[in-house]
């Protein structure tokens, strides 16, 4: 697993114990802007989670598709990661 894979990988570990806590926190009836409050740490956490899974693509496979000197495959792949940006 390369160092991206790991970083994400603890990214999404962490949003997961957050949404036990948000859980929690709506079982429990806590003040609504606490909760929201919270949503928002998890969901910058999968951002970023997302983010280092897209470095990564691009330093194995848009860096290997340029070693090859694919032009049409460094495209696709660089139209992949720009959707997946977007979404």
Not at 11 to 39: F, H, P, V, W
Not at 53 to 75: F, M, N, W, Y
């Amino acid at each position: 697993m390369n160092d991206e894979r790991k970083k994400a990988l603890q990214n999404i570990k962490t949003a997961r114990g957050q949404l036990d806590g948000i859980i929690r926190m709506i079982e429990e009836g806590r003040y609504c802007i606490d909760i929201s409050n919270q949503i928002s740490a998890s969901t910058a956490l999968l951002k970023k989670a997302n983010q280092h899974i897209l470095s990564g693509h691009l330093h194995s496979c848009v860096l290997t598709a340029i070693e090859e000197r694919d032009a049409e495959e460094k495209v696709s792949e660089i139209e992949a990661v720009i959707s997946a940006l977007l979404k």
